[in-house]
């Protein structure tokens, strides 16, 4: 029995067919995946920890970026897009590309139901291969719950959990809280 092959395309057929797409995909070895479209709910969830983080970095330099830009996760072989990504000194593009970003500090998901194993997971390892990241933050949209996994050392990454609209996490290498109670601001729980 034969099986379906799919057919690859390249990093650069990947890049001019984004350019022209009103939707985002993401790149993996040869293979575009399109992104889905976000609740209400996940882009209020996206909107507060920009605001958060851009209150708590207030005078670091470190630039708070929307979805919009892309991280290099691998030189020509995975490109995919945070929620959130934060980027401290001088921003490295990737390729000479001005969407791509290729030395983040902190990247945050917010995690759906059709996302989580993968945000979570194989996307997951693929961010602790970066050598400038120290924060992966993953956000329930469904309840106010956060997991904040910290770099430690080469290999070594310790996970925080923080749940309920008192707890807060604290950004590595600037000690500088953020409530859950501001990434979770008007966001309704009901209706999961």
């Not at 001019?16 to 790149?27: M, N």
């Not at 933050?137 to 008192?166: F, M, N």
Request: net charge negative; proline share 3%.
């Amino acid at each position: 029995m034969e099986t379906a092959k799919t057919k690859t395309i390249s990093v650069e057929e990947y890049f001019a067919r984004e350019s022209e797409s009103e939707t985002k995909s993401e790149y993996c070895d040869g293979e575009m995946f399109a992104m889905t479209g976000a609740s209400f709910r996940h882009n209020l969830i996206v909107s507060n920890i920009i605001t958060a983080f851009n209150i708590a970095l207030r005078g670091k330099d470190c630039y708070v970026l929307p979805s919009d830009i892309k991280v290099e996760l691998d030189f020509d072989r995975r490109y995919v897009y945070p929620d959130v990504t934060v980027v401290c000194g001088e921003a490295e593009m990737a390729r000479g590309r001005d969407d791509v970003v290729a030395n983040p500090k902190i990247v945050v998901e917010v995690l759906s139901k059709s996302t989580m194993d993968y945000d979570k997971g194989s996307k997951f390892t693929a961010y602790r291969g970066l050598s400038s990241l120290t924060d992966f933050i993953a956000a329930d949209q469904y309840t106010a719950y956060v997991e904040h996994y910290r770099k430690q050392g080469p290999g070594l990454w310790t996970l925080r959990e923080c749940s309920g609209l008192e707890g807060s996490l604290v950004l590595s290498d600037f000690e500088v809280p953020v409530a859950l109670s501001d990434i979770y601001n008007r966001v309704d729980f009901g209706g999961k």
